[in-house]
């Protein structure tokens, strides 16, 4: 857990996936070399040759909300498109319990963006249906998302592996009437507004937290690994639109060099997050000094 001003954190894991070095078209041995230190053994696994991918929630209490910023792959979820994901049997409800929270506690639930990793528990099976998994939150989701993904509209021509996500996922929450579709750029409570960072996905929006004089921002996909710090003309394989993914990057890594943000990426591994700031010809990267998994 992390104490920013009058703000609880706590990051809470669901599982660390081996991702392959095809995550980038430009990547080569020799990047790992100079970023050796920062990589290894968090960050990359050398026996493996592969990335280390966490795939995590992030709670946070403030005085008025409990709120939870996206809900990784969750389980019994069919998942033929992407077969990490499909049929996850993990205790992730008990680990959010042991963070200090219970769905009932959850007052708002915040999806970055509606990737697979991002929204399987907004949901869970009961008696074959598919139900909100927090109760009595309200989901805020991108607008620009839920258009982009619905099968009936901006998803109609897309294979129907893809579409489970939609329909397990998010379609329940807004039939049950408890979806709020923002824009990117709302002020959600006096600590925590929306920076629109499109590319990644159309409407992905990071999440930003002001309190105490300090400024945390959880950047969801803008970035998957640390080395994208040092090139951010990389944008993932997952990327639906490389070239804004690049931009979007790029006009953050700037705004966070100005604002002295700390920053957590959706994917990071340990610490999970950091500082990012200019250098000659760049940026460079500052690793949190400590975890925030529960004590």
């Not at 990793?117 to 607008?143: E, I, M």
């Not at 049950?176 to 824009?183: D, S, T, W």
Request: aromatic share 10%.
């Amino acid at each position: 857990m992390l104490s920013i001003g009058n703000v609880e954190i706590t990051r809470i894991e669901e599982v660390v996936l081996n991702e392959p070095t095809t995550l980038f078209a430009d990547w080569n041995d020799s990047v790992l070399e100079q970023h050796r230190d920062l990589m290894i053994p968090h960050c990359f696994d050398v026996k493996a040759h592969t990335f280390y991918a966490s795939i995590h929630s992030y709670l946070i209490k403030t005085p008025g909300q409990t709120i939870l910023i996206d809900t990784c792959g969750g389980n019994d979820k069919p998942r033929p498109a992407s077969p990490r994901f499909h049929m996850l049997n993990i205790p992730w409800l008990d680990r959010l319990k042991a963070a200090g929270a219970t769905p009932e506690d959850i007052d708002t639930v915040i999806c970055t963006h509606l990737h697979v990793d991002h929204v399987g528990w907004n949901t869970r099976l009961v008696d074959g249906q598919w139900v909100p998994t927090f109760p009595k939150a309200k989901y805020v989701f991108p607008r620009i998302e839920v258009e982009w993904r619905d099968p009936k509209h901006g998803a109609a021509d897309k294979p129907p592996a893809t579409h489970h996500v939609f329909l397990d996922s998010v379609l329940p929450i807004i039939e049950a009437r408890k979806a709020q579709l923002v824009e990117g750029t709302e002020r959600w409570t006096d600590e925590i507004d929306f920076m629109p960072t499109p590319g990644h996905a159309p409407g992905q929006m990071a999440v930003r937290l002001r309190t105490g004089g300090e400024e945390v921002v959880f950047t969801a996909d803008v970035m998957h690994q640390p080395v994208q710090v040092f090139n951010p003309t990389w944008s993932s394989k997952y990327c639906e639109d490389p070239v804004l993914a690049t931009a979007t990057r790029k006009r953050m890594f700037d705004y966070f060099a100005d604002n002295k943000s700390l920053v957590f990426p959706a994917h990071f591994g340990f610490p999970h997050g950091g500082y990012i700031s200019r250098r000659s010809g760049g940026y460079d990267f500052k690793p949190l000094g400590r975890d925030i998994n529960p004590a």
